[in-house]
């Protein structure tokens, strides 16, 4: 069983959110082929935790796409997708998924799930599947979490060539 966190964010108290943190991750590839093949029992965001500044960023980016998908402005083909490119700068999901999205080489991963309107996902169930088919050590998400696996650095180049990809330069 990995664990996992409920949130639910205040503008939208009906939609639990389930995030669960994972370091050194050895199947991201695995993980990633079944993104890539719309394996609907791997509909989650699997975000690259390294690039993940601080829940209040990963909370950002959450809004917005649970609020385009209660809107019918989705840009993507589901909220999950729509959450990696509500991180990126620019308007490009292909470049969101290069920058934050599961690489085959991840070794932090996030994975979030959003059930919208099926009650039958539960956090235990999030909680079994991920652990389930995830190989890597499970931890709680949080800010101190997340210090530990951050990559600053590489976030910053990621902000900058999205910037700079908006300006066309």
Do not use: C, W
């Amino acid at each position: 069983m990995a664990t996992v966190e409920t949130l639910y964010l205040p503008h939208y108290p009906s939609y639990p959110i389930y995030i669960s943190l994972f370091k050194n991750v050895s199947n991201a590839k695995f993980l990633r082929q079944q993104l890539l093949e719309a394996n609907a029992a791997f509909e989650y965001a699997f975000l690259d935790g390294t690039m993940i500044l601080s829940p209040r960023h990963l909370h950002a980016a959450t809004f917005r796409a649970l609020n385009d998908s209660v809107y019918n402005r989705l840009k993507s083909r589901n909220i999950h997708s729509e959450l990696v490119f509500s991180l990126s700068p620019n308007n490009n999901i292909a470049d969101a998924y290069r920058r934050f999205g599961i690489q085959d080489s991840t070794t932090s991963l996030l994975a979030i799930k959003i059930p919208l309107s099926n009650p039958e996902i539960t956090a235990e169930s999030v909680s079994k599947h991920l652990g389930d088919a995830v190989e890597g050590e499970s931890v709680a998400f949080g800010e101190e979490a997340l210090k530990g696996v951050t990559d600053v650095k590489a976030l910053r180049k990621g902000v900058i060539l999205g910037m700079m990809a908006l300006k066309g330069t």
